[in-house]
C-alpha cells in the first residue's frame, strides 16, 4: 500500500470564541457514503458546516470493500486526530474487517489495494 493523497477540504466552524471556557460544547457530525464513493457530512454545533467530497477513482478494478464508521459519542481531545470512516477497497475474494480505530494501526492495511480515512481535528486555532 502506497502513500495516498489527504483531502483536505479546510472546513472549519467557530464556536463562540467569547464564550465561558468552562462550558462544554457538544455537537453533532453526521456522513454518509453514496454509491458513486462521494462522502457527504454535515457538523453541527452551535453554528453548522456541511461538504461534499469526491473521493479519488480507483486505478484498478476493486472487486471487494469494505468500509467501518464511528457509531458511538467519543470525547474531544484537542488537537487529535478522531477517525470516522475507514473505507477499504481491493482486487481479492475475501477481506478481514477493519474498525475506525484500525486508522492507528496502519500496518493492518499493508496488502490492500486502497485505504481511505475520514478523520476530524478539533483545534483552538480561530
Given at each position: 500500500m502506497g502513500i495516498g493523497k489527504t483531502f483536505n477540504q479546510g472546513g472549519g466552524l467557530s464556536i463562540e470564541?467569547?464564550?465561558?471556557?468552562?462550558?462544554?460544547?457538544?455537537g453533532t457530525f453526521a456522513l454518509t457514503l453514496n454509491?458513486?464513493?462521494?462522502?457527504?457530512?454535515?457538523?453541527?454545533?452551535?453554528?453548522?458546516?456541511?461538504?461534499?467530497?469526491?473521493?479519488?477513482?480507483?486505478?484498478?478494478d476493486a472487486t471487494i470493500s469494505t468500509h467501518a464508521f464511528l457509531t458511538d459519542f467519543h470525547p474531544i481531545e484537542l488537537n487529535q486526530e478522531i477517525p470516522v470512516a475507514i473505507i477499504v477497497s481491493d482486487e481479492g475474494t475475501s477481506m478481514r474487517s477493519?474498525?475506525?480505530?484500525?486508522?492507528?494501526?496502519?500496518?493492518?492495511?499493508?496488502?490492500?489495494?486502497?485505504?481511505q480515512a475520514v478523520t476530524l481535528t478539533f483545534t483552538t486555532n480561530h
Open positions: 470564541t467569547e464564550r465561558d471556557t468552562d462550558t462544554r460544547l457538544e454509491d458513486d464513493r462521494s462522502i457527504n457530512f454535515v457538523i453541527s454545533a452551535h453554528g453548522k458546516l456541511s461538504s461534499h467530497v469526491d473521493l479519488d477513482d480507483l486505478d484498478f477493519f474498525a475506525v480505530d484500525s486508522y492507528f494501526e496502519p500496518d493492518v492495511f499493508q496488502d490492500m489495494k486502497s485505504v
